[in-house]
């Protein structure tokens, strides 16, 4: 580094010298500090908090060096050279025996342990020990040592959901990759990184909002030049930077401009420290330079301007390439990536079918390059060194120089080809799976080799970043993905080599394929959606395999009350250790194991290791182990005071927390211990001001006191009501209640719902529920005002005939308040059909329950249009036009009207038919068939088998059959695992709270809709 003559800023706070002191040390040097950033600033030093001030140098490129780098240039040594230090003299030399290599470790000053210097040549000389001797003293203490240092035990199964993409470190030290989120969004995704030599998970972050990347996407991963940091989409549209050896979930620096719901593309800069993401306002290049030093930084679109403002590019387009484009495209650069040198972008126009070279320091635009008009065709390809570019157009292989776009070769083309992969020395692999071939080309000369005869399996590479092709370091080897999912290792000559098993896996009857990296001489690694794979390619020895998203069907083991304690820690502890088996790990080297599996202690040292720096592996199996059968043996001898603590409530529970039994469990719950547990769900609306939230748990209160009405349950349905919080519709709710209360006769619970004077409903505004207060006042002997009331709702009914949100909760009151007649009149007058399943199914079901099956009759088959297949109908010209009418019709055990429905709409409803004959013949069922009781453990069983961060969406959904058959107590059981409101207040048909109150209305009323 060049301090003398330098203009040089210093950002930020430094912890270990004042401002002072490091601009007196710079300009000792020869160099000019200056308090600002300008076109002249030659490189910043950067402490904490410097966003502000050294976000105008990252984005235009000034090169940005971090307080290590000050201390060093100022002590005389250049940026990222350590300091000198006492070699670690601990290493065994090759030629020692246990005993010796025992007493080098002991003698040896462990303060001097560098971990990034000495773990490689430690690690290596204990593996020849171990060779020779087994594991021996001299391995346990060294793993003894670096415990007392920090060491942290590690599992890989650490994923919610399918992993999305993958990069190699610029080094191929370390393969990351990143993972969405399972069912829980809030719950985010994994950023997950291995030791390539050792083929173990040597650090995890979870917690990233939102997941990274996003399915059919790629290039959602990409590190910086020194691998200090790694870019990630995520959130599905912003781009975020990380310390990947770091431990925050949140993003040192993150871009976001657009409320896309899919990631826009992004490249992250040599340094590390801007980055190429869609956003700004040009009509030219839809994508802008941001800065990623520190900080957030947005704009337009969809965001108010934050931050250090971006760069632009400009147009026009090169003249050469005009004659593509009559018109000026708005250009948008996917499968972005920044140039080793910083000086160019390159990518494809999403939509164009163009390759695209953008000139950083001019901002614009030095070359494009049609390419063959077919997302299946093989994309654009530049070689390892950036010096060319490979491509398919009109039929043939085309060589480009990358640097001017001029064309350098022709080939026949491949039509059929989807790969287009580079080796070292400019070969190029042309994967073409429709012909069964692979082409094999000298770029630098433009000269066919020959071709090999595979038939390679398919690959996505504009939707994945494993592809079926990849190359040995040396070039002389390449491996193949087949069609059967083997994996092929080939040279040009002898040809095949030898195969290997993949890891195809079949999950909820998807096939999910897989790719290949080669970074390493001895390590070729297949990555897939569900699993991670390192072999060793001359051999096949598989040297460490990590497959994800395993389900056993036992209870997992930190399971206890409704809920899994390992979700507290930053990583949750418990894994698969195979298909079957849980086990659990804590960082602290405490080991959960099931009895018959605590001693095997090779299985446990395949998934487990020891991780140093959150860089290196260390063999789990070197160490002394602390393993347990349950959490109840492990929570009085845990490796650490903080696991006794987590694990504290399962002591004096035996050997299981919690057996599984058998399932469905005996149905001896209630409807009112569903309804308790209902309203238990509305504990978990907790996120301040939130409209939904307020909006909700009136509505269900509401709802839980007239399913208690309508069960003769006064005194609870009182309870209820009165429990409801102030809101803009709660007087309304409590008019609905009080009147189903005084229509069936408990005047006294009405009244004291509804104890109100006139003035105290002036706020009541909305028109359904001026009616309901009108019925409420009807019942409860107050004419005078129940007239006012039902008057001013009769005019806001007469104002919009069609409107039945307003007309129906009119003919509701009116009836349930005794006077029918009027009920029918205001009926007869309005004007087309209930536009949705919210008042007219509810207005059935009512029906039903009254037994008013003729006015039913009436409004399904002659007040309705039936369909014919060649008139189109406006929407609404049928009564009851949803799904949810057959249902109500077959559970009220009404076959004729079910068939005259499906006439009228013509749906198929033979299936139901036999249950609503049968339901007329016996009455409503009381509990599930032996035939039910079957189906809903098997699809229990179904659950079981999947991952923890999928489940949700399944159980709430077996909650809804339970419901549908009666079972009460399955419903209950289920519950805990549907899913929590998002932390945003958002809730969905998946969340707790609307599976419970789904439930309860199916099983209360034969339906999930409002009880009227």
């Known amino acids: 580094m060049i301090i003398s003559g330098s203009t040089i800023v210093l950002a930020g706070r430094f912890s270990r010298l004042s401002k002072d002191e490091a601009k007196r040390g710079l300009e000792a040097l020869g160099a000019k500090v200056t308090a600002s950033v300008s076109a002249k600033t030659d490189l910043v030093f950067a402490g904490a908090k410097s966003g502000v001030k050294a976000g105008p140098a990252a984005v235009r490129g000034v090169p940005i060096y971090d307080e290590d780098a000050l201390v060093a240039v100022l002590a005389g040594r250049e940026p990222g050279t350590a300091p000198p230090s006492p070699p670690f003299t601990g290493v065994p030399d090759e030629r020692m025996g246990p005993d010796e290599a025992l007493d080098t470790l002991k ?16 690690r290596d000389a204990l593996q020849a020990l171990e060779r020779a001797h087994g594991v021996t003293g001299a391995h346990r203490l060294a793993t003894a040592r670096l415990r007392d240092a920090g060491t942290l035990l590690r599992h890989s199964d650490v994923h919610h959901g399918e992993l999305n993409g993958h990069a190699l470190s610029p080094d191929g030290r370390h393969l990351a990759v990143g993972s ?33 990347g996003f399915p059919d996407y790629t290039r959602s991963l990409q590190w910086s030049a020194d691998g200090t940091r ?58 802008v330079i941001v800065a990623m030093h520190e900080g957030s930084v947005a704009g337009p679109p969809d965001s108010n301007p934050e931050g250090t403002e971006p760069i632009e590019f400009s147009g026009p387009l090169p003249d050469e390439s005009r004659e593509t484009w009559s018109d000026e495209p708005e250009l948008i650069l996917g499968r972005a990536f920044w140039s080793r040198d910083g000086s160019r972008v390159y990518g494809e126009a999403e939509g164009e079918y163009a390759a695209i070279s953008l000139d950083v320091q001019k901002r614009q635009v030095s070359w494009i390059l049609g390419l063959e008009k077919s997302r299946d065709s093989a994309p654009p390809e530049w070689s390892l060194d950036e010096r060319l570019l490979a491509y398919q157009r009109d039929g043939k292989l085309i060589i480009s120089d990358a640097l001017t776009g001029e064309t350098t070769a022709e080939l026949p083309g491949y039509p059929g080809a989807d790969v287009l992969c580079w080796g070292p020395g400019g070969r190029l692999a042309v994967v073409d799976p429709a012909g069964g071939t692979v082409g094999i080309v000298d770029a630098t000369t433009g000269e066919h080799r020959h071709d090999l005869n595979i038939q390679a399996d398919t690959s996505n590479p504009r939707g994945a970043d494993a592809r079926s092709w990849a190359w040995s370091p040396d070039g002389e080897r390449a491996a193949c993905v087949t069609a059967e999912g083997r994996i092929e290792i080939w040279s040009e000559r002898p040809g095949q080599l030898r195969v290997l098993d993949g890891i195809r896996r079949t999950i909820n009857g998807w096939d999910h394929g897989f790719g290949l990296e080669w970074p390493a001489d001895d390590v070729l690694i297949a990555i897939g959606p569900h699993a991670v794979r390192f072999l060793r390619p001359e051999t096949g020895e598989i040297i460490a395999d990590h497959p994800f998203h395993h389900a056993p069907a036992a209870r997992r083991p930190l399971f206890l009350t409704g809920r899994d304690l390992g ?26 194991a099931q009895p018959g599996r605590d001693d095997d202690l090779a299985e446990l040292d395949g998934r487990l290791c020891w991780s140093i720096a959150r860089r290196f592996a260390w063999p789990f199996r070197w160490g002394d182990q602390k393993i347990f059968p349950d959490p109840a043996h492990a929570g009085v001898g845990a490796a650490s005071p903080e696991t006794e603590r987590l694990l504290a409530p399962f002591r004096g529970r035996g050997s299981t927390a919690e057996a599984t039994g058998t399932w469905p469990p005996p149905d001896t719950a209630t409807v009112t211990d569903l309804i308790t547990a209902v309203r238990g769900t509305l504990v978990d ?44 519709r709660r007087l309304g709710h409590l008019a609905r209640i009080a009147l189903a209360l005084g229509a069936a006769g408990f005047d006294a619970e009405a009244a004291a719902v509804l104890p109100y004077a006139d003035n105290d409903l002036a706020d009541v505004s909305d028109a359904a529920d001026m009616a309901a ?27 919009h005939r069609s409107n039945w949100e307003v007309r129906l909760p009119l003919v509701w009151a009116l009836t349930e308040c005794g006077r029918e007649q009027e009920a029918r009149v205001v009926l007869d007058e309005g004007v087309g059909t209930p536009g949705n399943r919210h008042h007219g199914v509810p207005w059935l079901v009512y029906l039903l329950r009254r037994g008013e099956t003729e006015l039913v009759r009436e409004l399904i088959g002659e007040r309705s249009e039936p369909e014919d297949p060649d008139k189109p109908h406006a929407y609404g010209v049928r009564w009851f036009d949803d799904w949810t009418a057959a249902r109500a019709l077959t559970a009220y055990g009404q076959p004729d009207l079910l068939r005259l429905w499906g006439d009228i709409n013509r749906a198929w409803v033979q299936d139901d038919l036999p249950v609503a004959e049968r339901i007329t013949a016996e009455g409503r069922p009381t509990g599930p068939t032996d035939d039910q009781l079957t189906d809903l453990a098997a699809q229990h069983a179904g659950i079981a088998k999947l991952p923890k961060a999928t489940k949700r969406r399944e159980s709430a959904q077996v909650a809804r059959n339970a419901a549908e058959c009666g079972h009460v107590s399955a419903v209950l059981d289920l519950l805990p695992g549907t899913g929590d409101p998002d932390k945003y207040g958002g809730l969905n048909s998946d969340t707790r709270t609307w599976v419970a109150l789904s439930a309860l209305r199916t099983i209360a009323i034969g339906v999930d809709v409002d009880v009227w």
């Open 107 to 122: 003698n040896a000053d462990w303060s001097a342990f560098s971990p990034e210097r000495d773990t490689v040549p430690l």
């Open 180 to 212: 969405w989120t399972g069912d829980d969004y809030d719950r985010g995704g994994v950023l997950q990184v291995f030791e390539v030599a050792t083929g173990r998970c040597v650090h995890a972050i979870d917690g990233i909002m939102g997941g990274i």
């Open 230 to 287: 790694i870019a990630l989409e995520y959130n599905t549209n912003a781009t975020g930077v990380w310390d990947p050896f770091g431990t925050a979930h949140e993003p040192i620096a993150n871009a976001f401009f657009l409320a896309s719901g899919r990631p826009l593309g992004m490249a992250l800069a040599p340094e590390g420290r801007r980055a190429f993401v869609y956003g700004g306002e040009s009509d030219y290049l839809r994508n």
């Open 567 to 592: 979700d507290q820690l930053r990583l949750n502890p418990t894994f698969a250790l195979d298909e079957d088996t849980w086990a659990v790990a804590f960082e602290d080297g405490t080991v959960i």
């Open 685 to 728: 609306l907790t996120v301040q001001d939130s409209f939904v939230h307020g909006e909700w748990t009136v509505n269900t209160l509401q709802q839980l006191a007239m399913i208690c009405a309508r069960r003769g349950e006064a005194a609870e349905a009182r309870e209820l009501a009165l429990a409801m919080p102030e809101h803009r």
């Open 773 to 799: 207060v009108a019925g409420a006042c009807a019942v409860l002997g107050w004419h005078e005002r129940s007239e006012r009331w039902f008057a001013s709702a009769r005019e806001a009914a007469d104002a």
